[in-house]
C-alpha cells in the first residue's frame, strides 16, 4: 500500500455535468499530481501541486482544475464533462526537498469515471 | 519533442521464460530513468529507477534494468516470469534538473505482459 487513497473509486456521470475527485496524500508528501489514463494508454499529465499552488500543468483545457489543501489532499475538478473524460483518473504524491527529490512518486488505485 | 517508446506494446510468456521489455528516450543529457508496473486492479507502483551510479539497476520481484547511454535505452529484465508477474509496466524518463517536476517526466505508453501458467 502507496498510503495514497482515492474516492471514490468509481462514478458514472453524464455529458456537461461537473465532478470532483478527492486524494489523500501519502504522510510527509508535500507534492500531489494528477494523471488521466485511458484504456490501455500511459498516464497523461494533468498538473501537479507544490504548497496548494499549482506548479506545472499538461495540455489539459481549464475545464480540469484542482485544489491543494494546507494538509496537502488535493481535489481534481472537472466540470462540463465530456465523453471523452472518460478514464481512470490518478493521484500521485511525492516529496519535494530544495536540491533533492528523489522523482519516484506514490499512486493511489484510482477513480474510474464513466460520462455517458 | 521528448518522447519514451516501448517497442513492444503486448508480450506474452510461459512460466519460467525469460522477459525484456524495451525502452528507448530521444533526448540527451543526464536522466533519471524509472519502470512502474500495475498489476490487475491495483495502483501503479515503482519497479525501480536509476539516478546515478551502476548502469545495472536491481528492483523488485526478481527485475532488473541496465541504463545504456550510448542506446539511449533502460530495457527492463528478468531472468524467469512468473503468473504473477503478468501487468502493465510503464517506463518513465525526465532530465535531472526536472527531477520533481512531474510535467517533465515522459511516460511511454506501456506494455502488457501476460504469462500464462
Known amino acids: 500500500e502507496t498510503g495514497v487513497t482515492q474516492s471514490p473509486t468509481h462514478l458514472i456521470k453524464t455529458r456537461g455535468q461537473q465532478v470532483t475527485l478527492r486524494c489523500s496524500s501519502q504522510s510527509g508528501h508535500n507534492t500531489v499530481s494528477w494523471y488521466q489514463q485511458a484504456l490501455g494508454q500511459g498516464p497523461q499529465f494533468i498538473f501537479q501541486y507544490y504548497r496548494e499552488e499549482e506548479n506545472g500543468r499538461g495540455n489539459f483545457p481549464p475545464r480540469f482544475s484542482g485544489l491543494q489543501f494546507p494538509n496537502y489532499s488535493s481535489e481534481l475538478n472537472v466540470n462540463a464533462l465530456e465523453l471523452d473524460d472518460s478514464a481512470l483518473y490518478l493521484c500521485a504524491s511525492s516529496l519535494q526537498l530544495a536540491g533533492a527529490n528523489t522523482g519516484e512518486l506514490f499512486f493511489g488505485e484510482g477513480s474510474r469515471l464513466t460520462v455517458l | 519533442a521528448q518522447s519514451v517508446s516501448q517497442h513492444n506494446h503486448h508480450v506474452i510468456l510461459s512460466e519460467a521464460a525469460s522477459l525484456e521489455l524495451g525502452c528507448n528516450y530521444s533526448?540527451?543529457?543526464?536522466?533519471?530513468l524509472f519502470w512502474y508496473v500495475q498489476y490487475p486492479g491495483q495502483h501503479l507502483q515503482l519497479l525501480l529507477k536509476?539516478?546515478?551510479?551502476d548502469p545495472l539497476v536491481k528492483g523488485i520481484k526478481g527485475f532488473e534494468a541496465e541504463f545504456i547511454k550510448s542506446k539511449f535505452s533502460f530495457n527492463l529484465r528478468k531472468p524467469s516470469v512468473q503468473w504473477s508477474d503478468t501487468a502493465e509496466y510503464f517506463c518513465a524518463v525526465n532530465r535531472e534538473r526536472d527531477a520533481g517536476n512531474n510535467r517533465k517526466l515522459i511516460w511511454g505508453l506501456g506494455t502488457s505482459l501476460g504469462v500464462n501458467p
Open positions: 536509476y539516478f546515478s551510479g
Open positions: 533526448y540527451g543529457g543526464t536522466v533519471n
